[in-house]
Every structure is written in structure tokens, then in C-alpha cells.
């Protein structure tokens, strides 16, 4: 009997906790003895769900993508799968902000393309030249060099700048807070390289892509649309999760890892405020990169400095209840994206309560609006209560928002949206090879090889296995 491995996981969020499950369910075969460290008082990181007065509140993720399958899959083996819920399909549009009015995004348009002609012509987002330069696209031959590139950049060499300006820069933004003349198309949206690569045109790509989906929905039922949440919030994720492994996992909270250092005999002795010195033989960092590289500087300098070059965003979220009566837009989508040149002080407003049902009591409807982020970090800087103000000038001329809200609260996000910037790729592969030198120390989580839930807890899945074979 060999003595079972002993793990420590930094970090309690959505990531840390799909590690710690995934060590217990491959117990039986690899025992192990599993810490984990949260810095904060609670477990969920960025994910957090609340209640006021009737409304189910999210002030971070609301929701998770169902073509990615990680998230779905964990709510299975969790047993919640029946609390999943679709998006509300009266409703399954977004808006675009286009000359201060929201305006429909053409049916079929994905992210940038277009599968369906009819929509666009009828749009009035794009002018005549503007529809012209776009569908020029499908005569356009592909690129023949592979470099990696700007999303700004492969969006106005396929086409124009206008699909740029008015639609794509909106929609990736809300995605990612980034600027798209920096974001990595390859680490990104792969998915339109290898669209461009093989078919030669996106419009091409996509229209027969269309036919295969459909079939395909037709034959598996498509059961929750594109985007799920939990009925509860994805705090029940949380929830369930924290119940699964707190029976067998040490979970500490308010206990910041603040210390890291690599032992002659194998494995790290860890140091927690709070908490005795410990060692372990494996040792799952969870954190943003910059305080990965806090921890492991005084022993690997370059690695450090490789994990210092992904930036990081910051974002505010005001999340507020109104009278449906004290709105004039009949809020008939799911949210209304903003784009950079239409000069306006907001990213998107998310209408929760059009998205998921029991987001708002009857009669009232919750807004999510974003504030700040890459493209404006100025609006991040600002108070709690002109945060407050902005969104309230702004809803009122974008939607005709009216009144006294029924509640507003602030939840802000400094440096918490990683940026995959042009060269993502080459430097998380840089990251990983300098890491090889600390075999038993893993990395997980959004700001490597995908940001949203589905790829955080495969991440952390995945560095849970790593951590047992190794
Ligand atoms: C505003 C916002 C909205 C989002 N919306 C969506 C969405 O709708 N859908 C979606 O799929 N994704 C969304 N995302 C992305 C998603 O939230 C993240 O991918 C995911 O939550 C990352 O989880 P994580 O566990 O890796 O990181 P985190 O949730 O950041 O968890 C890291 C944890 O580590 C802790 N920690 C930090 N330092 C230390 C230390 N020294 N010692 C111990 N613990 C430490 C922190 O307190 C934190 O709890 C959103 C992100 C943001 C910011």
C-alpha cells in the first residue's frame, strides 16, 4: 500500500472545485489526500448568485455555452442536470446599438458571419456599400501565410471595416472586454481560421455548416439551446460542488496562499495565512497568472516574467430590478451590445430576466449592465455611485429606462478577464515548457486555453488527472 498522494489546490472558484471533484472521483484508483486554500471568506470565485426582494440576482457568469460539453457534463455527474434550464426562446435575439437606436442582429449572423442572406440585405446596421463589401467575402481567396492575426484584422480583410465597427468589435467585446485589434484570432475563434482555410470563404463555410446543424439538432433534439444556467443560479453549481467535496476535501477559507517553495525532496511546502506551513507532493495553482508569478518568483524568475505577459481586464457589473412599466423598449432579446464607435459609456446591457425565467418578480424586468473593460478602462476607475448614475443616464436614452430602479448593486472585477492577446498561443506554450522544470505543480484555469465556465472547470479537471498521473 503506498501512502496516498497528498494535493493542495489554490484558488475555491468554479475552477478549484471541478479539481478537487475530479481527485475524488478518481480516488478509488489514485488515492489522494486533497487541501484546498481560498483567499476569500467564500467558494465560487467570480461566481456568485443573490437575492433581492424576488429577483435572482448573478453577479458574475449567469450562464455557461452548451457546445462546449464540461460544465453540462459536471451538472450530470453532480445529479442537478435536472435543474438546467434553457434560455427563453420567445426572446433568443441580441441588439446592436446602431446611431443611438437598438437595432435586431441580422437572423443567422454568428459572432461575424453571416449564414443567411435575406437578414443582412434587410438590416439596416450596414449601408449598400457596407452589405456589398461583405458579400464579396464568399469570392475572396483564403490567406495563405498562417501567422496568427487580430480578429480587427481578419474581420476587415474578409469583410470591411463596417462588419468590424458595427457588429463584430460589439460581439466579441461582450465575449471578452477586448479590443479587437489585439485579441488572438487563433486562440479565440479558431473556428473561422480553419472556416477560411478549408472552404475558402466564411459565408460558404457557414451556409453549408447551417444545413448540417440543423439536421443535426433536428436528429438530437438540441435540449437546452446554445446557453444554460442553473433554475437556482450558477451559484447552485457552487453549491452542489462544495457539498460533493467538502466531505472528504480540508477546505480552508480566508486562508490567501502567500508562500510556495519547491522542496530537494520533491513536492512544496505551502504557506497559508492562517495556516500551518504543509507539505505536498502536488500542488494545483488556480489564480490569475499575476499572482502565479507573486508565488512562484523567488524560485523561477523567467517563468514569472512569462506569466506576467497575458493582461488582464477589469470590468463593473450594475445589476439592477425596474418596474416594467418605467421601461419603454419592449425588451424583446436577450441583450443589446454597444459598439466602440457609437461613443456611448456602457459595454452591453444583459436583460436577464428576458433571458432565464424567475430572474424578476412579475411585472418587473433585471438589467445587467457592463461598464469599463478593455475598450474603456476609464469607466472603471470611477466611484461606486457614478457608476450608478452613468448606467442610470445611459439606460434612460438607449432603452427609455424610467423611475426609481428597485435595486442596484455594484460588483466590480479588477483584472479578472485574462486577454488573449495576438501571440496567446506562443505564450502559454512558453508558460507550460518553463513549468515542466516543477513536475507535480499544475496550472488551471480562463487564462490559458479558454475563458468561460466550461473551459475553467475542464481546465481544472484536467490538471486534477495530470496531478495523478505524474
Ligand atoms: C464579470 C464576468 C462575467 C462573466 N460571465 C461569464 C458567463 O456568463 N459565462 C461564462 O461561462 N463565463 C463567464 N465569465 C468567466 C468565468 O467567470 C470564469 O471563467 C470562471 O469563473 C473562472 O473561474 P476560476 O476558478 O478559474 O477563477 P476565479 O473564479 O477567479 O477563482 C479564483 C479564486 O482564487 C482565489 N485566490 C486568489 N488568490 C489566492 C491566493 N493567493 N490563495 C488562495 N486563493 C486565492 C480567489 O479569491 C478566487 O476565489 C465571466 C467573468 C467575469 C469576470
Given amino acids: 500500500m503506498t501512502a496516498p498522494l497528498r494535493i493542495a489546490i489554490v484558488g475555491g472558484g468554479i475552477t478549484g472545485l471541478a479539481a478537487a471533484h475530479r481527485l475524488l472521483e478518481l480516488q478509488p484508483t489514485s488515492p489522494s ?23 435572482t440576482l448573478e453577479l458574475g457568469p449567469d450562464s455557461f455555452i452548451t457546445n462546449k460539453p464540461w460544465a453540462v457534463g459536471l451538472c450530470k455527474r453532480l445529479g442537478i442536470e435536472d435543474r438546467l434550464i434553457p434560455t427563453d426562446a420567445r426572446y ?7 446611431r443611438g437606436q437598438p437595432v435586431e442582429v441580422p437572423e443567422g449572423f454568428q459572432l461575424m458571419t453571416p449564414a443567411q442572406v435575406w437578414p443582412v440585405l434587410t438590416s439596416s446596421i450596414f449601408s449598400w456599400w457596407g452589405k456589398l463589401r461583405m458579400g464579396c467575402e464568399y469570392f475572396l481567396p483564403a490567406k495563405r501565410d498562417v501567422q496568427d492575426e487580430s480578429l480587427g484584422s481578419f474581420v476587415r480583410r474578409r469583410f470591411g471595416q463596417q462588419v468590424l465597427d458595427r457588429l463584430v468589435q460589439p460581439l466579441v467585446g461582450g465575449i471578452y472586454t477586448s479590443d479587437p485589434e489585439k485579441l488572438s484570432l ?25 444545413k448540417t446543424a440543423s439536421a443535426n439538432e433536428h436528429a438530437s433534439g438540441a435540449r437546452y439551446g446554445l446557453f444554460t444556467t442553473l433554475a437556482g443560479g450558477t451559484q447552485e453549481l457552487i453549491q452542489a460542488l462544495a457539498d460533493r467535496v467538502s466531505r472528504e476535501v480540508q477546505i480552508h477559507v480566508n486562508a490567501p496562499v502567500t508562500g510556495l517553495q519547491p522542496l530537494e525532496s520533491g513536492g512544496f511546502l505551502l504557506t497559508a495565512q492562517g495556516q500551518p506551513p504543509q507539505t505536498f507532493d502536488r500542488v494545483i495553482l488556480t489564480l490569475p497568472t499575476y499572482r502565479v508569478a507573486d508565488l512562484v518568483q523567488p524560485f523561477a524568475t523567467e517563468w514569472s516574467r512569462a506569466l506576467r505577459e497575458i493582461e488582464y481586464a477589469s470590468t463593473t457589473i450594475v445589476v439592477s430590478g425596474h418596474r416594467l412599466a418605467d421601461v419603454k423598449h419592449p425588451l424583446d432579446a436577450f441583450g443589446l451590445v454597444i459598439p466602440a464607435v457609437e461613443h456611448r459609456r456602457i459595454l452591453a446591457v444583459s436583460f436577464t430576466s428576458r433571458k432565464f425565467p424567475n430572474r424578476a418578480p412579475e411585472g418587473h424586468v433585471q438589467l445587467r449592465t457592463f461598464v469599463g473593460g478593455a475598450m474603456q478602462p476609464e469607466y472603471f476607475g470611477i466611484s461606486d455611485e457614478e457608476t450608478k448614475q452613468l448606467v442610470r443616464e445611459e439606460l434612460r436614452d438607449l432603452l427609455g429606462v424610467t423611475g426609481t430602479p428597485d435595486f442596484e448593486v455594484v460588483a466590480r472585477y479588477p483584472r479578472s478577464m485574462p486577454q488573449y492577446h495576438v501571440g496567446h498561443l506562443e505564450r502559454v506554450k512558453r508558460i507550460r515548457e518553463l513549468g515542466a522544470q516543477f513536475p507535480g505543480l499544475g496550472l488551471a484555469g480562463s487564462s490559458y486555453d479558454g475563458v468561460g465556465l466550461p473551459d475553467s472547470i475542464h481546465s481544472g479537471e484536467a490538471a486534477a488527472e495530470q496531478a495523478v498521473r505524474s
Fill in 33 to 55: 489526500s486533497v487541501s484546498l486554500y481560498e483567499a476569500g471568506p467564500r467558494l465560487g470565485g467570480l461566481v456568485g448568485t443573490q437575492q433581492i426582494d424576488g429577483y
Fill in 92 to 98: 433568443r435575439r441580441s441588439l446592436v446599438l446602431r
Fill in 186 to 210: 487563433r486562440a479565440t475563434l479558431p473556428r473561422f481560421l480553419e472556416m477560411e482555410q478549408q472552404h475558402g470563404s466564411l459565408i460558404r463555410a457557414s451556409r453549408s455548416a447551417a
